[in-house]
């Protein structure tokens, strides 16, 4: 009976019905809270919901249970790159190859770690041996684009984005990353206008070409229309990407000048990343600066019951707002 319970769950996550199989699983969990192939597919779920903070909590259980695997660490990996805690996630990516993953994702992913990490040498070495593990994958040849996009040779990630479009012209990342680059070697002015254009002859469900656009209109100085961009980027983004677009759409409202519009964004945000330092500066110091104490005491409340390790800094902050 629990094995097919498992597979019946395993089956609404194929679906993509995740918010079922998570109501499965929980409910396999019940009678078998140490079954750590469940967990791992519920933190899986939780991901995939875009839920990284509970992924990690349930990856917890799941390796207590079971121990560490390649599946449970690129998991792993997946979420505390979610939460920007790319050096953390590095080593879980590591510890997946280690294990045994031959896939080409975590090292794809830990290319992306080692770029925000500005180590590029290493970000490239990753990046050409998931390439080499599977030549075919778009996600190989997007970061090494990437790779050399950071080090501003624009020409060589047009090739790379290029070949990635080529593997897979369905990838929506892979081209609007590839238009980013012929973007960047236009005058500024011309910018948002091929961008305009290319959402208008079949992009406009592309939410990475809406990102672009934002970045594009930033760039121009009109953050007002940045945080527009973001915004219909979010309303088409999968649940995996939205936490990104509503982020990036709090911080340009924030440069806007729209600080409430900004606050209730990025609370919302807060409350789904706790661990995420930058946002939660950003956010505390927004609500100061509004004179919003109420609200953002409310917020650290509500915070402290998802805070983790953060818990410190959540009780930091109430403290001050006690002594005025």
């Given at each position: 009976m ?5 597979e019946r ?13 998570v ?10 809270p ?5 967990l ?21 259980r799941a ?6 695997t390649?599946?449970?660490a690129?998991?792993r990996?997946?979420?505390l790159y ?12 590591e ?6 993953d031959?896939?080409?994702w975590?090292?794809v992913?830990?290319?992306r ?19 080499e593990r ?14 050399a996009?950071?080090e501003?040779?624009l020409?060589q ?5 290029a070949?990635a479009?080529?593997?897979?012209p ?6 609007a ?9 236009l005058?500024p ?13 079949g992009?406009?469900d ?5 990102g ?15 945080a ?12 995996g990407d939205l ?9 340009a ?8 519009g900004a606050?209730?964004?990025l ?10 330092i930058?946002l939660?500066?950003?956010y505390?110091?927004?609500e100061r ?11 650290l409340q ?19 707002l006690e002594?005025?």
């Open positions: 629990p094995d097919n319970a498992l769950a395993l089956g609404l996550k194929r679906d993509g019905r995740f918010d079922e199989a109501i499965a699983l929980e409910s396999l969990l019940v009678s078998e140490r079954n750590g192939q469940a791992a597919h519920l933190a899986h779920c939780q991901l995939r919901r875009g839920r990284p903070e509970q992924a990690l909590q349930e990856l917890d390796e207590a249970a079971a121990g560490t390649a599946f449970s690129r998991l990996g997946d979420a979610r939460l920007g805690g790319h050096r953390e996630a590095a080593r879980a990516y510890d997946a190859l280690a294990l045994g031959r896939g080409s975590p090292l992913q830990l290319a770690c080692r770029i925000r990490l500005r180590d590029l040498p290493g970000a490239r070495d990753a990046g050409n041996r998931a390439v599977d030549p075919e994958s778009a996600s190989g040849w997007t970061v090494l684009g990437e790779v996009a950071a501003d040779d020409v990630a047009e090739a790379m984005y070949r479009h080529e593997c897979d369905k990838d929506r990342y892979a081209y990353r590839l238009v980013r680059a012929r973007l960047l070697q005058p002015e011309a910018r948002a206008r091929e961008v305009k254009v290319l959402l208008k002859s992009g406009r592309n939410s990475h070409l809406l672009v656009l934002a970045q594009v209109q930033r760039e121009l100085g009109d953050e007002t229309a940045a527009e961009a973001w915004r219909r980027s979010g309303d088409r983004a999968a649940a936490f990104f677009a509503r982020k990036q759409e709090g911080y409202r924030r440069r806007a000048g729209d600080l409430e606050a209730h964004l609370r919302d945000c807060l409350l789904q990343a706790p661990q995420d930058i939660f500066k950003t505390v110091g927004l600066q509004r004179g919003a104490t109420d609200e953002l005491k409310q917020t509500e915070l402290l019951t998802v805070a983790g390790q953060r818990r410190g800094a959540v009780y930091a902050e109430l403290r001050r002594r005025g």
